[in-house]
Nanobody
Framework: VQLQASGGGLVQAGGSLRLSCAVS????????MSWYRRAPGKQRELVAI???????GYADSVKGRFTIYRDNSDNTVYLQLNKLKFEDTAVYYC?????????????WGQGTLVTVSS
């Protein structure tokens, strides 16, 4: 399984970006697709998660501003970032967790940098 993230860039505060993560390989019928981020000097944090059971979750800091959605027909997960703030500056990583019975496997994209200028 390979993940290719794209869509990062430089944007002014209040602006928008859309991140994409194309997933190749088999990820089975039960999985989660997520976006994490790591800001300078901080630990990696979960930003948004979408599960094959239809559940979706967001970090409190991005609720109402970011939207995660997935296209299961081509295994792509997107993150729409609106009303960006300076503190959203980070490297964003996509993740797929594949479930098989009681086991799970994690796969990561290479990261895409989002820089928000104040």
């Amino acid at each position: 399984v390979q993940l290719q993230a794209s869509g990062g860039g430089l944007v002014q505060a209040g602006g928008s970006l859309r991140l994409s993560c194309a997933v190749s390989g088999s990820i089975g019928s039960m999985n989660t697709m997520s976006w994490y981020r790591r800001a300078p000097g901080k630990q990696r944090e979960l930003v948004a998660i979408s599960s094959t059971d239809g559940s979706i979750g967001y970090a409190d800091s991005v609720k109402g501003r970011f939207t995660i959605y997935r296209d299961n027909s081509d295994n792509t997960v997107y993150l729409q970032l609106n009303k960006l703030k300076f503190e959203d500056t980070a490297v964003y990583y996509c993740n797929v967790r594949k479930y098989s019975g009681s086991r799970s496997s994690d796969y990561w994209g290479q990261g895409t940098l989002v820089t928000v200028s104040s």
